[in-house]
């Protein structure tokens, strides 16, 4: 073998053993009154749902009661708890959308007001979803927004989960 191969053949070895280098995610964010965003029918029950445009044409599907409220995204939600870590649940207005740079959000990260009885929301969560091209979506987990670097905690599992994470197949992370 040539030098030159050999140096070749070393430099293209060293390319294939460095790791890919990630795919650069970028945040966009929005704002929501969900109160004066489209209503759903009333059916007599006493929990509201209120529809919002959302980015990208993911839909925010609001959910409040008496005690608590929750945020859906898309048409193909699926139903299930916010976190095992608090009973009652309040959703904030902001919704920080995060996914590759200059393409669509693949995760919305939502922080919440938490707590174990209602009038008493001491805790703050923020919940992490995966948003699915099919328009379903779900929980990939929840960071105690308490902590220090919640944020970037909150953005790493989203980055790290989302492209792949498997709705009612995966678990979920809580810390």
Same mark, same amino acid.
């Given at each position: ?8 053949a ?7 053993? /460095?790791?890919?280098?990630? !795919?650069?995610w ?6 929501? &009154?969900y109160?004066?965003?489209? #209503?759903? #029918?009333?059916n007599g ?5 209120h529809?919002?445009?959302?980015k ?7 959910t409040?009661? &008496?005690?608590?409220?929750?945020? !859906?995204?898309?048409?193909k939600? /699926?139903? !299930?708890t ?10 904030g ?7 590759? #740079? ?7 990260i939502l ?8 009038g #008493?929301l &001491?805790?703050s ?7 699915? /091209? ?13 902590k ?6 909150a953005?790493? /599992?989203? !980055? ?5 994470f498997r709705c009612?197949? &995966? ?5």
């Open positions: 073998m040539t030098i030159a191969r050999l140096a070749l070393i430099g293209f070895a060293t390319v294939l053993a /460095l790791p890919l280098r990630a !795919e650069q970028a945040s966009s964010y929005t704002t929501h &009154d109160a004066k965003c489209r #209503k759903d #029918k009333d029950d006493p929990v509201l749902i529809r919002c445009a959302g990208a044409g993911i839909s925010v599907i609001w409040a009661g &008496d005690d608590s409220s929750a945020v !859906e995204f898309g048409a939600a /699926l139903q !299930e916010i976190s095992d870590k608090a009973s009652f649940f309040e959703a207005r902001t919704i920080e959308w995060r996914g590759p #740079k200059g393409g669509r959000p693949q995760a919305a922080r919440y007001a938490t707590g174990a009885r209602v #008493k &001491d805790g969560r923020l919940v992490i979803y995966r948003l699915a /091209l099919d328009g379903s979506s779900c929980i990939i987990g929840s960071v105690n927004a308490r220090p670097d919640a944020n970037a905690a953005r790493r /599992l989203a !980055e790290e989960k989302a492209p792949g009612g197949q &995966d678990t979920r992370s809580e810390d």
